[in-house]
């Protein structure tokens, strides 16, 4: 999984409390991303990181928001889970910047909100 | 708008059969185009990319897609199926999104079973 750690795997929790989602990477690699995946839907982005405290949003930004304080981690955080944010997420990283370069994907962590 | 579109759900095929799973885009400019599998519980990992160049693009586990300009399709193609190729397979392409990042816009997923 190129170096990509997620934590949690999997996490259960209820409607209105706050969820922090964590990517770790170990090669340094600058340009991190964050997906769902839900069925019928493929994965979407939600939000994507350029650099230590550089990001911006994505297709399905609402209600997440995401920190970079340093290279290695990129986290995401729902301020108040809502069931709709029950999905499978996603880290994934580039390699280089340019277009043509594939991106490699984190294990997942499941998220079910009650 | 750019989009993919993976117009089957699902695609059944005998152990040793060819199998295709279809891609189409629409993409502004030249597309970067790419497919992904993910097996079950896991995420998703590369299999091949079209950059430019030769249509026919070779990739990893035996697997090949045709980039075909006209019919703005990439198809995902391989010889000779296997029981071990069944799982979720994933078409994408790329946007630039500015700041020197690119965004990877999927298809919705065909999952491919391939029956012993």
């Known amino acids: 999984d190129a170096g990509i750690t997620q934590s949690p795997r999997h996490k259960v929790t209820e409607t209105g409390t706050p969820v922090t989602l964590r990517c770790h990477q170990t090669?340094?690699?600058?340009?991190m991303y964050w997906y769902r995946q839900d069925p019928g839907h493929g994965l979407r982005l939600i939000h994507y990181?350029?650099?230590?405290?550089?990001?911006d949003k994505g297709e399905v930004s609402d209600g997440y928001s995401v920190s970079r304080s340093k290279t290695e981690d990129f986290l995401l955080t729902l301020e108040s889970a809502t069931s709709s944010q029950t999905s499978v997420y996603f880290c994934?990283?580039?390699?280089?910047?340019?277009?043509?370069?594939?991106?490699?994907f984190g294990p997942g962590t499941r998220l079910t909100v009650l | 708008a750019q989009s993919v579109a993976q117009p089957e759900d699902q695609v059944n095929v005998a152990e040793g059969n060819p199998l295709t799973v279809k891609c189409t885009y629409s993409?502004?400019?030249?597309?970067?185009l790419f497919w992904y599998v993910q097996y079950p519980n896991r995420g998703l990992q590369f299999l091949l990319k079209?950059?430019?160049?030769?249509?026919l693009v070779k990739g990893s586990y035996g697997f090949e897609a045709e980039f075909n300009k006209s019919q703005t399709s990439f198809h995902l193609k391989k010889p000779s199926a296997l029981v071990s190729d069944s799982a979720l397979y994933f078409c994408?392409?790329?946007?630039?999104?500015?700041?020197?990042?690119?965004?990877?816009?999927f298809g919705k997923g065909t999952k491919l079973s391939v029956i012993p």
């Open positions: 090669e340094n690699h600058r340009y």
């Open positions: 994408a392409a790329t946007l630039y999104s500015g700041a020197g990042s690119y965004q990877l816009t």
């Open positions: 990181s350029y650099g230590v405290k550089d990001t």
């Open positions: 994934a990283i580039s390699v280089r910047t340019s277009g043509n370069n594939e991106q490699f």
């Open positions: 079209y950059i430019t160049g030769d249509n």
């Open positions: 993409v502004s400019g030249n597309p970067y």
